[in-house]
């Protein structure tokens, strides 16, 4: 199950020193894609493309980059199969294909990869004509290994059929069918497609001098991308298919300006974790910021990603859909619900209730509060160096909060000591619930916008004076 844990933060939390600042959250819900078409038809023998990505959904085939004409005669994609392992294939009429799938399995929904595919096919040595490399290693050990031929050529889109980012353009064999397949699920950043060029992974990455076996990106803007190549950052939230280098845009399709997102590889940002998802049996959209329960036999709850021991930490938690159903928002020490159990129920929980506003600890009542109903906004603040827990709705805080009275724990709730605590959300009862998390990198418009003490997160309501966004940069300091 993937987690980061405070003192075991260093993979997340070295100083990137060159700072990504948006990245882009695909929906698979939502069929997103970007694409263009090229402004000239070329063969190549060279080209790197490099990706950062979060993966947020498991076991399905997701399209990163790729290209296909019609019935196959020429084809590049850059994927995640079904079964969690990254793919790279391309082909081209009159050449021998070229295949590779790892054996490596991409299965954290809580990290950031970087895979750059290295590509030159005039290379004399067959293995060197394509390498791999996730966070900066050569990948070496892979179930499918296919060499392309000596100074094959291949392309990367035509002036007919697109470069697409995220999804497959056409119906598999006839392209401008206008449909798309494969989406990806999750968030990309950096991507860099640098066409006539092989360039090793130290061009879009370094290893970090205090702790060199982590991988972090670094400052791309001194690269050459090439007539038909693009780098996008997605700082442009109203044009989110920018290229960065000043060629033609991509053109983007069911992507809207809220799904750019701060969640990067510079600054990882907690989300909820599908993995921990066995009772619950919910169903997770929007990067795993939005949880769907409808199950008349749940009761159960699922966890944040990043769990934190000290430090203080402010999360919000809107109501997309309650109707008669029992929403909760809390948090709970542990990694995992171990049975079946309504939440509140168990003495390593605390969870405020929507339907009668009653906050709840090992099946005991701590306190009332107000009822909740859809749009509300239920702000969760934890003291952990005071073991104190807030409970607010729409920016009030309940039974007379005060999260700023430290040790005095005005209207707080008391925490157990010595734990591990998830930020967590589940269901009781009969009627479906929907809830959207927004631990800083909201996957939905805010209309005011609050950022913590040290400028991270895009919150509804005023972030409590010494409380954090759950995210890496502020693990790194205060957790």
Known sequence: MPLILSGNVASATADAGYTVANSCRFNDGDSPYMHKMKAENDEITTMTISVWVKRTTLGATQRIVSHMTASFANYFYFRFNSDDKFAFYSGNTGSADAGYKTNRLFRDVGAWYNIVARIDTTENTAGDRVRIYVNGVEETDFATETNPDEDSTFSMGTTSDPIVVGGLYGDGYGINSGSTQEHFDGYMAEICVCEGQSLAPTSFGEFDEDSPTIWKPKDVSGLTFGTNGFYLDFEDSSNLGNDANGGTDLTEVNLAAADQATDTPTNNFATFNPLDNYYLSGTFSEGNLKVSIDNSS??????????????????????????????????????????????????????????????????????????????????????????????????????????????????????????????????????????????????????????????????EYAVPSGFYALCTKNLAEYG
């Open 298 to 459: 749940t009761e159960a709850f699922t966890t944040s990603t990043i769990g934190v021991s000290s430090g203080k930490w402010y999360m919000e938690n809107k109501i997309i859909t309650t109707s008669s159903g029992r929403l909760y928002s809390g948090v709970v020490y542990g990694t995992a619900q171990a049975t079946n159990d309504w939440p509140g129920g168990g003495s390593d929980q605390w969870f405020y209730r929507s339907e009668d506003g009653k906050v709840y600890n090992e099946g005991s009542e701590a306190y009332t509060g107000a009822t909740l109903a859809d749009d509300d906004i239920v702000g969760i603040a934890v003291d952990l160096d005071n073991h104190k827990l807030y409970f607010s709705k729409n920016g009030t805080f309940q039974n007379s909060g005060d999260p700023t009275s430290g040790a005095t724990g005005t209207g707080a709730i008391a925490l157990d000591t010595g734990q591990t605590y998830f930020f967590a959300v589940g269901e009781s009862g009969s009627t479906a619930v929907v809830s959207s998390a927004n631990f800083g990198s909201p996957p939905f418009s805010i209309s005011s916008g609050n950022a913590d003490g040290n400028g991270y997160g895009d919150f």
